[in-house]
Nanobody, 122 residues
């Protein structure tokens, strides 16, 4: 069983910074991509940033220049450095591991973390 454990959320004032971490554990052979999504009340879950095992990254337009995703493949961990936070960044942030291979069947699975609350006050 693969588990994703997120940490680093909290309450911060507008203009402040937070760093989220997500560690994947369990029987893992490989992970294709890890990313961060967020869901605000009454809204759909949306992509924030994503990083592939090959090193490519992509960001939602609303975080470009403010957020940075990084990944430690050896530790199956992904980070999200969030700077210049705005009240509209308030949401539950979820970590996702995509294309996870857990055994020699080489079938791929996706897993989600439980989410961590980020609240930005004005």
């Amino acid at each position: 069983q693969v588990q994703l454990v997120e940490s680093g959320g909290g309450l911060v004032q507008a203009g402040g910074s937070l760093k989220l971490s997500c560690a994947a554990s369990g029987r893992i052979f490989s992970i294709n991509a890890m990313g961060w999504y967020r869901q605000a009340p009454g809204k759909q879950r949306e992509l924030v940033a994503r990083s592939t095992s090959g090193g490519s990254t992509n960001y939602a337009d609303f975080v470009k220049g403010r957020f940075t995703i990084s990944r430690d493949n050896a530790k199956n961990t992904v980070y999200l450095q969030m700077n210049s936070l705005k009240p509209e960044d308030t949401a539950v942030y979820y970590c996702k591991a995509e294309g996870v291979v857990v055994d020699t069947t080489f079938r791929k699975y996706d897993y989600w973390g439980q989410g961590t609350q980020v609240t930005v006050s004005s």
